[in-house]
């Protein structure tokens, strides 16, 4: 497993291989860069930042130990604390070996006193001397140093000075410890309605999409101000952008075009014209016609409108169906009740209409001693007569057909009405 911090663990970042331990941030609309998180440093933040090296953070003579991306301290017997060491947990506080004093401040061997953050040292000729700390005086009794005297914030950060430290109030678009971290303004989409948003150091800038403006893009620009209108054109604002309400001569956008359908009326037999721009526009034809311009007449005939065995006679704009016997209406798809309007059937049967034709059946009455419905039962004598009576009309009926035709019915989907040609035809009734 890798160390934390370490070059072995990466992520890409534009052209950049940034530590695990950052964040890759847009720097600009073409450019990235990493961003260190706390404990780390350097251009892909792969440094570990030796904090025990910037103002020993631990308190009353603590031993500080760095570690990657921070810092532990081990405390002298009598403080504790998970941090600093500045929690007392003892009325008497104990030294490390050579030392003395109220805070251990003094060498065991000495009386020179190196105050609170000194630390009291032997040379080799047997003198003792004192060394203070990061952030507070060269010479005894090691007093606080005031780092903002130096001026350590940039890009006109505050300074704050602390006891061993300082701390930088960092401007507007500035973070870091010295306010030399440029922030992105751009990682929050601060630019609105699309607009492309562009950071620059301590700032940013969006490019708007057109009918916006304003830092963020966020205010309307009324475009009927500048009267883009033309030819008496109404104009009405939008969000972003605008309309045109022309007059019928003129199309587009501004009513700049001239209108084909208003001057040339390009589309034929009540097709409906729409302009498109001031050389092409498109007909809606209506079901009969087709085309470019609506003058191609469509051949219902290829759509089998007509039904039940009818046949269909294209004409131009329409259509009419020739319907089969016993079949009617405009498609042929209306059966035609022969019951209705003719009795086909002898006075001794009914007629019973079906889809296309009808039946001849015997009556049924009702057996008034018994109930039950029974057909009425001639006598030999009548029977007989009834058979040769049905011979005589099937020859007679035969013959007519010969001579006349039977009847044919033509709808006329234009409205003409409908004509018959030839005699009606009579079916033979059945025989009993």
């Known amino acids: ?29 073409t450019t990235y860069k990493c961003q260190c998180h706390a404990g780390f440093s350097g251009d892909t933040c792969h440094d570990d930042i030796d904090e025990c090296n910037r103002g020993n953070p631990c308190y009353h003579r603590g031993v500080c130990h760095n570690t990657i991306g921070s810092w532990w301290c081990e405390c002298l017997d009598g403080w504790n604390g998970t941090e600093h060491c500045g929690e007392n947990i003892t009325e008497s506080r104990l030294c490390m070996p050579g030392w003395t004093g109220e805070w251990c401040e003094t060498c065991a061997d000495d009386e020179l006193g190196c105050g609170y953050m000194g630390r009291c040292g032997q040379l080799h000729n047997g003198n003792y001397y004192c060394g203070c700390q990061s952030g507070y005086g060269r010479r005894p009794p090691c007093a606080d140093v005031d780092e903002c005297t130096s001026n350590p914030c940039r890009n006109s950060g505050s300074c704050i000075n602390t ?12 973070t ?29 800038s969006c490019n708007c999409t057109s009918g916006w403006k304003g830092l963020t893009c966020a205010e309307d620009i009324d475009e009927c101000l500048a009267s ?28 700049s075009e001239k209108n084909i359908c208003h001057f040339e009326t390009p589309c034929s037999n009540t097709g409906n014209c729409t302009h498109i721009n001031q050389t092409a526009y498109l007909c809606q034809c209506p079901d009969t016609w087709k085309g470019v311009n609506c003058t191609d007449d469509v051949d219902e005939c290829a759509e089998n409108k007509c039904k039940n065995g009818a046949s ?18 405009d498609n042929c798809d209306t059966d035609l009740n022969e019951c209705e309007s003719s009795n086909p059937c002898n006075a001794t049967l009914v007629c019973v209409n079906v889809d296309g034709s009808y039946t001849c059946e015997a ?20 029977g007989a007569l009834l058979a ?15 001579r006349n035709p039977p009847l ?5 989907v234009n409205g003409k009405g409908k004509t018959e040609v030839g005699n009606k035809h009579f079916k033979q009734p059945i025989k009993e």
Do not use: R
């Open 408 to 412: 044919n019915k033509v709808s006329d």
């Open 1 to 29: 497993m890798t160390t934390p911090g370490s070059t072995d663990q990466y992520m890409q970042c534009g052209s950049l291989n940034c530590s695990v331990n950052a964040k890759c941030i847009n720097a600009s609309a």
């Open 228 to 255: 883009p209108c033309l030819h008496s054109g109404i104009c009405t604002n939008n969000k972003g952008s605008f309309q045109c309400a022309c007059t019928p001569e003129w199309a587009g956008p501004t009513c």
């Open 363 to 382: 009556k049924i009455v009702k057996d008034d001693s018994g109930g039950a419905n029974i057909g009425i039962i001639a006598g030999a004598t009548t």
């Open 176 to 204: 870091g410890t010295q306010c030399n971290d440029d922030i992105d303004e751009c990682a929050s989409i601060p630019c609105q309605n699309q607009g492309v948003c562009i950071d620059h150091l301590a700032s940013y």
């Open 163 to 174: 006891v061993g430290s300082y701390i930088c109030l960092c401007a507007s678009g500035w």
């Open 312 to 329: 269909c006679n294209n004409t131009i704009g329409s259509y009419s169906c020739t319907c089969a016997e016993g079949w009617e209406g």
């Open 388 to 402: 040769i009576l049905a011979a005589v009309l099937a020859l007679l009926y035969k013959f007519k057909w010969k």
